[in-house]
């Protein structure tokens, strides 16, 4: 399956528009209920971000004319990009995610070192005890600068394990 | 005045900590510059969370410092590498890379981080004398002027930051919507929190910024081929006979150096426009001798000397109107207001110590930019052999640590992934992804005066165009738009015109 500009292009048309209705949709539930979606300009917190609205609802109004109407075929098609190309992307961003999630609950320690080795197996590399060396190293460096230095506290998760420099 | 200006941040720049800061920051600066696919920005980006737990001047010491290292680093990959580390690079390597293939690699670094120093030096006795004299014309301005220059500075980047007029303007346009989420400070309502507490100051600037940049980055890099190679570099060694070599060139210095404070001083334009122009410049007035395109020193010192002359100009509007310059400066300026100061007049006049402590760190960032540059380069070559594995994880463990310690909450890291989600939506499509940093940080201000304009007018949105500043300002703006879209229309035809005659 291909990816091209085309379907990128109505993808962040939908961002957009999701925006935009996120934000008729609290002007007219959130701030009419709280009484500022009215009156004159220290009143009417709601005028300055409809007016925003309205303009990227014309921007992208005229970028999709842009799109159909004016821009050459070649620019249409271009940006290609197949399912596989993304597999490394979407493998790291999910990763990613599930570390993010899991760092408050299992703590920096136990989830950033996993990180790290996996990001570089994803990336290629194959030499498991040198990437394990470096994961650990990373990570250790780096609660030890954060800890040590700029008084940050690490998240210690259910285990509360954090080491005390 | 200059010298009261100059003295009163003596105490403040005079310590261990922001001296040491600042070298560091240069150190930094030069790596993230040197590293295909970091710069400036992303340095100040993945270290603001770092920065803002800091005394002030340290803290801006520590980030101007990455700016002025990050905008020379660049040079150092293109001209071993032929790969610019950063956009600001990319005219370096006509003349830098068939230099190192001379066997003139060590004169070229050398030649080129030179020229970066000098030129942020003469960068900054301009920033040191225009930006009071800039601050004291702004200090009659009224809510109508500010709300007219903060559109101006939103236009001027959102139409030259690259791609689509109207990509440009919608991405500004999000970074001001972005801006409005939390509470409103005139009517005290919520706006777009949906009850939770988390947003009710809307989402931290650092998180989406590290977000929209920094984690998007790393998803475009984890997608090249050239994740497990070790570039071949030799080692280079400039020495202090660089500093003659440069000084051999002192006209193209300072006629690069000033076109670099001209169009660093003009928000939108920035180091990369500056650095081309100049290269041009120097290209047109040499000796045919000189043979520019092939090894020409000259090359090397009109480029670097602009893009570095850039960063003193473009700190010009960013300390003396609130106004940043580009992205970097608008960070920049984002760190200054986390720490609790206002760049415009009212700091230059109700805390000059503040203003005089990040003029030295600025000079002292050059100094020590030449010093670390020459000394420390062999190290940054080993640098440029690491491959990108390792740097991909390194580079999003920093993000999440850093976006993390902000305020110890998993929300903002939740908002990080957001924005990087949409950062790479935005990148996959060409939308610009600076005018929306800017609309985050101009957004307030110009929601705020816009606000109060129309609070003290008598005759509506009239008072834009009743005062004179402002209807300037009006003016500018008006053409700004104009020349987009006839901007837009030509490239748009010339395009096509490509195309038909392609095919």
Same mark, same amino acid.
Request: with cysteine.
């Given at each position: ?5 085309? $379907?990128?292009?109505?993808? +962040?048309?939908?961002? $957009?528009? +999701?925006?935009?209705?996120?934000? $008729? ?5 959130? /701030?009419?209920?709280? *009484? ?54 979407? /493998? ?8 993010? *999630? ?17 990001? /570089?197996?994803?990336? *290629? ?16 460096? $780096? ?8 008084? +940050? ?13 | ?100 293939? @001379? ?15 000098? %030129? ?13 004299? =800039? ?32 990509? %440009? ?23 777009? !929190? ?40 030799? #080692? ?24 670099? #404070? ?5 928000? %939108? ?38 893009? @570095? ?85 390194? #580079? ?6 850093? !976006? ?17 989600? #949409? ?6 499509? @060409? ?10 940080? =101009? %957004? ?5 005066? =816009? ?53």
């Amino acid at each position: 399956m291909v990816i091209n500009a085309k $379907f990128l292009n109505w993808l +962040v048309t939908a961002f $957009f528009a +999701v925006i935009i209705a996120i934000v $008729f949709q609290q002007i007219a539930t959130s /701030m009419t209920e709280q *009484g500022i979606a009215s009156g004159g300009p220290y009143n009417n917190g709601a005028a300055y971000p409809r007016s925003i609205s309205i303009a990227i609802m014309i921007l992208v109004a005229g970028q999709i004319f842009v799109d159909q109407f004016i821009a050459s075929n070649a620019q249409k098609e271009s940006n290609l990009h197949t399912i596989r190309d993304l597999r490394r992307p979407a /493998m790291l961003l999910i990763i990613f995610a599930v570390y993010l *999630g899991l760092l408050k609950f299992l703590g920096y320690h136990l989830t950033t070192t996993p990180l790290i080795f996996i990001i /570089m197996l994803i990336c *290629g590399a194959r030499s498991i005890i040198k990437l394990l060396f470096v994961a650990i190293l990373v990570a250790f460096s $780096f609660a030890f600068i954060f800890e040590e230095f700029l008084s +940050v506290v690490l998240p210690g998760g259910i285990f509360s394990f954090n080491i005390p420099w | 005045m200059l010298l009261e200006s100059l003295t009163a941040g003596f105490d403040l720049f005079f310590t261990p900590l922001a001296i040491g800061l600042t070298f560091i920051g240069i150190l930094i600066g030069l790596l993230v510059g040197a590293l295909p696919g970091l710069g400036p920005l992303m340095g100040i980006i993945l270290l603001l969370p770092v920065a803002i737990s800091l005394p002030p001047i340290a803290a801006m010491g520590f980030l101007i410092a990455i700016f002025v290292g990050g905008s020379c680093g660049g040079s150092i990959s293109a001209i071993l590498l032929r790969i610019p580390g950063t956009p600001l690079a990319a005219a370096t390597l006509f003349d830098g890379y068939p230099m190192a293939q @001379n066997g003139r690699a060590s004169d070229a670094i050398g030649i080129a981080i030179t020229s970066s120093a000098i %030129g942020g030096l003469i960068g900054g006795i301009v920033l040191i004398i225009g930006s009071p004299i =800039l601050a004291r014309f702004a200090s009659g301005f009224a809510p109508p002027e500010y709300a007219m220059l903060a559109i101006t500075g939103l236009f001027a980047i959102a139409i030259i930051s690259g791609g689509s007029l109207f990509k %440009g303007l919608t991405s500004g346009c999000l970074g001001l919507l972005l801006a409005t989420i939390g509470t409103d400070e005139f009517s005290t309502g919520y706006r777009f !929190t949906f009850d939770s507490y988390h947003m009710l100051n809307g989402f931290h600037i650092v998180a989406v910024v590290v977000g929209l940049f920094a984690v998007s980055e790393m998803a475009l890099q984890i997608m090249g081929r050239d994740l497990l190679k070790i570039p071949d570099v030799k #080692v280079a060694r400039p020495g202090f006979r660089s500093i003659f070599l440069t000084l051999r060139h002192w006209k193209n210095l300072l006629r690069s150096s000033s076109i670099g #404070v001209f169009f660093g001083a003009l928000p %939108g334009a920035g180091g990369v426009i500056s650095s081309f122009t100049s290269y041009a410049i120097a290209k047109a007035w040499s000796k045919p001798e000189e043979k520019y395109g092939e090894g020409a020193e000259g090359g090397v010192v009109s480029v670097e000397s602009a893009n @570095n002359a850039t960063v003193g100009g473009t700190l010009v509007p960013t300390l003396a109107l609130g106004i940043p310059g580009d992205a970097s400066s608008a960070m920049l300026l984002g760190a200054l207001l986390i720490l609790g100061f206002i760049p415009g007049p009212i700091l230059f006049e109700q805390q000059p110590e503040i203003v005089s402590g990040l003029f030295m760190v600025y000079m002292a960032s050059n100094v020590f930019l030449l010093i670390a540059g020459l000394l420390v380069t062999p190290l940054f070559v080993y640098v440029l052999r690491i491959p990108k594995f390792y740097l991909i994880p390194i #580079v999003l463990l920093l993000c999440s640590i850093g !976006t993390f310690a902000l305020q110890a909450s998993v929300f903002d890291l939740m908002v990080m992934l957001g924005f990087g989600l #949409v950062g790479i939506l935005f990148r996959a499509t @060409n939308y610009p992804l600076s005018p929306i940093v800017i609309g985050l940080i =101009l %957004g307030p201000v110009l929601e705020n005066n =816009l606000r109060r304009a129309l609070l003290i007018s008598q005759d509506g949105y009239w008072i834009f165009v009743e005062r004179p500043v402002s209807a300037v300002l009006v003016t500018i703006n008006i053409a700004l738009v104009i020349g987009g879209i006839w901007y837009a229309l030509r490239k748009m035809h010339i395009k096509r015109t490509g195309n038909d005659s392609g095919a």
